[in-house]
């Protein structure tokens, strides 16, 4: 097989079946800290109909054996930020980075408030696998400055430019989530164009999809990871188009959205034909 730096634009579609399948036959573990009620149910349900297996273990007393013994990724997000749960955010990142698991980091609402910025940043500090934003977020973790009237669903030159700074700083994969995705490791640039408009309506879409980048990185790993969450980016996004053939609006594609997550395993064809991604 060639190598991933290798492939042509006809071959992406390919290597993303290719990696949906292992994710399918390893069956990763994600350790999942996230909101207690806005995203649980979605990524939980996003994560296991891609065939890996969700554990939304968030409780300090456990959280360091289930990290070192279970876990095979570490997915964590920061949309609830009391002290009890960023206290079990950091114990857990902190334990991935000891034992070189991989762990991603959804950066919730970074830049709203300087508290929110700063907690984001220490985490940052215990050197995330992939970070996964949207332009807001990954600008206000960069140190740019994004205007405060926009959704961030669009990511712009000045984006791409606070992505690329902030993978370098971080020695991290960043993802930046929009009308095309963007995946960067601070040179190389992937851009992904799979997915609907109405998937930026569904309450916890995002965190859905940084449980996938995890299954998908945690059976890919550095110096794949790259490629990886760009290929769960076109998955999850290759999903929301075959959802959205039967949505009739937001809450119904989240449910037909997890559906096709689960029928693109016997769906080869679809996957090689309709996945999107090239180099930028």
């Given at each position: 097989m060639?190598s991933?730096?290798?492939?042509?634009?006809?071959?992406?579609?390919s290597?993303?079946w290719?990696a949906?399948?292992?994710?399918?036959?390893?069956?990763?573990?994600?350790?999942?800290?996230?909101?207690?009620s806005?995203?649980?149910?979605l990524?939980a349900?996003a994560v296991?109909a891609t065939g890996?297996?969700?554990?939304?273990?968030h409780?300090v007393e456990e959280i360091r054996?289930?990290?070192?013994s279970?876990a095979?990724?570490?997915c964590?997000n920061?949309?609830?930020?009391?002290?009890?749960?960023?206290f079990?955010?950091k114990?857990?990142?902190a334990?991935?980075?000891e034992?070189?698991k991989?762990?991603?980091?959804d950066?919730?609402?970074a830049?709203a408030t300087?508290?929110r910025?700063?907690k984001?940043?220490?985490?940052?500090?215990?050197?995330?696998?992939?970070?996964?934003?949207?332009?807001?977020?990954?600008?206000?973790?960069?140190?740019a400055?994004?205007?405060p009237n926009k959704?961030?669903?669009?990511?712009t030159?000045d984006?791409?430019?606070?992505?690329?700074?902030?993978?370098r700083?971080?020695?991290?994969?960043?993802?930046?989530?929009?009308a095309m995705?963007l995946?960067?490791?601070?040179k190389?640039?992937?851009g992904?164009?799979?997915?609907?408009?109405m998937?930026?309506?569904?309450?916890?879409?995002?965190?859905?999809?940084?449980?996938l980048?995890a299954?998908?990185v945690?059976?890919?790993?550095p110096?794949?990871?790259?490629?990886?969450?760009?290929?769960?980016?076109a998955i999850f996004g290759l999903?929301?188009?075959?959802?959205m053939?039967?949505?009739?609006?937001p809450?119904?594609?989240a449910?037909?959205?997890?559906?096709?997550?689960?029928q693109l395993a016997?769906?080869?064809s679809?996957v090689?034909?309709r996945?999107?991604?090239?180099?930028?």
């Amino acid at each position: 097989m060639a190598s991933f730096r290798d492939l042509s634009r006809a071959s992406w579609g390919s290597e993303a079946w290719k990696a949906l399948m292992r994710v399918r036959d390893a069956a990763p573990v994600v350790q999942c800290i996230t909101d207690f009620s806005a995203s649980m149910e979605l990524m939980a349900s996003a994560v296991m109909a891609t065939g890996a297996s969700p554990a939304m273990v968030h409780a300090v007393e456990e959280i360091r054996e289930f990290t070192a013994s279970r876990a095979n990724a570490v997915c964590i997000n920061v949309g609830t930020l009391s002290p009890e749960w960023l206290f079990s955010m950091k114990v857990a990142a902190a334990q991935a980075e000891e034992l070189q698991k991989i762990w991603v980091l959804d950066p919730v609402g970074a830049g709203a408030t300087k508290f929110r910025t700063a907690k984001c940043l220490e985490l940052i500090n215990l050197r995330p696998t992939v970070i996964r934003g949207n332009q807001m977020e990954i600008m206000a973790l960069a140190g740019a400055s994004a205007s405060p009237n926009k959704d961030g669903s669009n990511p712009t030159s000045d984006g791409l430019e606070a992505a690329k700074e902030l993978a370098r700083i971080s020695q991290s994969i960043v993802c930046v989530s929009g009308a095309m995705d963007l995946v960067t490791d601070g040179k190389r640039v992937l851009g992904v164009s799979n997915g609907v408009p109405m998937m930026h309506k569904i309450t916890a879409s995002g965190s859905a999809m940084t449980g996938l980048i995890a299954a998908f990185v945690s059976v890919h790993p550095p110096p794949r990871a790259l490629e990886a969450a760009a290929f769960a980016l076109a998955i999850f996004g290759l999903a929301g188009e075959l959802g959205m053939e039967k949505a009739s609006g937001p809450a119904s594609l989240a449910m037909h959205l997890v559906d096709a997550l689960h029928q693109l395993a016997s769906e080869e064809s679809l996957v090689t034909s309709r996945i999107k991604i090239g180099q930028i």
